[in-house]
């Protein structure tokens, strides 16, 4: 990777030269005036709900239903040839105004589970076949992660919204969507962070899991959809978000890579209206993509870069760790260990964010998931 001029003068804060005074990143410790909160305590209260509320409005927009009370999960043990592990498949099922809907859910447990088991739970943005236990793949390397003692779950996005711009006439904005859709209307991401919950939902009480320890993944769309899932819901005890890009861990305000107005015209229905407001103004931003991260504070959070993925912006998906680290160090954590930038093959996993920068190509690999894991032993045992 040849980092640009640009983007070496801002990893100049490596030097002693703050990111924040290039970029004017917005403080993430500041409440509504303007201070910067003094205990974990006032940010939780003062800044947090501020800092959710940003979001909401200006990025990816407002859920207008949170768990249906009528919520449910049935499931079934499957046999599938040449595996050991236990085998479940499990629908969630709820519905609303605009009718009912379903996400089917596989999920692994180790057979050599002794106790409550960890759960990585994988947002699935490519095809149905990835979740085809005879068929191992990397980007959900199921009978790994079991063999590593981790459960193990993924489910299709297109089960909560399809992934197309349709006027958001289908998915979970047919059900829920009752009036008409505001600019702060929520888009087809928030509607995948929305689905994860209701996952957790169903999940949480699975007796062989460890609700305590629940992992969520995503790549790059998925990506950005994890983080926003980890940012709202608490019960995510680690964020992994790969290669996730714009509007997922990169900084907007540094402009490399994919930029606002490029992902409003190509993905018009990822994000709320508002955020258009912000194509090609991204300094004009309320929040930036440091503030997500910093959301996820106290728990886990992780953020995987390829080297050769320059779309995603790895300096930028780095950078956004670095700034969040203030927002740990108020809750008594290390964010990143360090903030220099490892070369392609290293990796920061002492802290309470951990990062990787992989040599190669935007995708989610084997490396990755291995490097997820060493990360999640390190914490969590
Ligand atoms: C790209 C898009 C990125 C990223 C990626 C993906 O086309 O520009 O923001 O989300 O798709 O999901 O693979």
Redesign the pocket.
Same mark, same amino acid.
């Given at each position: 990777m040849n980092p640009s001029p640009l983007s070496l003068l801002q990893l100049g804060l490596l030097s002693g030269i703050t990111i924040a005074e290039d970029l004017k990143l917005p403080d993430p410790l500041a409440d509504a005036s303007g201070k910067p909160a003094e205990s974990a305590e006032a940010w939780e209260r003062e800044v947090r709900p501020l800092a959710l509320e940003k979001f909401r409005e200006h990025v990816y927009g407002r859920n207008p239903v949170g768990k249906p009370g009528d919520l449910k999960w049935t499931r079934q043990v499957l046999e599938v040839a040449g595996v050991k592990d236990q085998v479940i498949e499990g629908h969630v099922t709820f519905s609303g105004p605009g009718g009912a809907g379903k996400i089917r859910v596989l999920m692994v447990i180790p057979a050599a589970a002794k106790g409550p088991v960890p759960l990585f739970l994988l947002i699935n943005?490519r095809g149905p076949e990835l979740a085809d236990l005879t068929k191992p793949n990397g980007f959900w390397p199921a009978l790994e992660i079991t063999r590593r003692g981790f459960a193990t779950a993924i489910f299709q996005v297109a089960d909560i919204d399809p992934d197309k711009s349709e006027g958001f006439k289908d998915g979970v904005h047919a059900i829920f969507d009752t009036a008409p859709r505001g600019p702060d209307a929520w888009g087809t991401i928030a509607a995948w962070a929305w689905g994860a919950s209701r996952v957790i939902d169903a999940l949480e009480k699975e007796p062989t899991l460890d609700a305590r320890r629940i992992a969520v993944v995503g790549?790059?769309? %998925?990506?950005?959809t994890a983080l926003w899932c980890g940012a709202q819901d608490p019960r995510v005890a680690l964020v992994v978000s790969n +290669?996730? %890009?714009?509007?997922?861990a990169a900084l907007s305000r540094r402009k490399q890579g994919?930029q606002l107005a490029?992902?409003n015209r +190509?993905?018009p229905h990822w994000f709320c209206e508002n955020y258009k407001r912000y194509n090609g103004k991204e300094e004009t931003l309320p929040v930036d993509q440091h503030q997500l991260v910093g959301l996820i504070a106290p728990r886990l959070a992780y953020v995987a870069s390829a080297a050769d993925d320059a779309?995603?912006d790895p300096e930028g998906e780095f950078l956004s760790c670095v700034h969040a680290g203030p927002v740990y160090r108020l809750h008594g954590k290390t964010g990143l260990e360090a903030g220099t930038m490892p070369k392609p093959g290293g990796k920061l996993h002492a802290g309470s964010i951990g990062y990787h920068l992989r040599p190669g190509k935007?995708d989610l690999t084997l490396t990755d998931w291995q490097h997820f894991m060493d990360f999640a032993n390190r914490h969590w045992r």
């Open positions: 943005n790549h790059s769309r %998925g990506g950005k +290669n996730s %890009g714009c509007t997922g994919e490029d992902i +190509n993905f779309w995603a935007h």
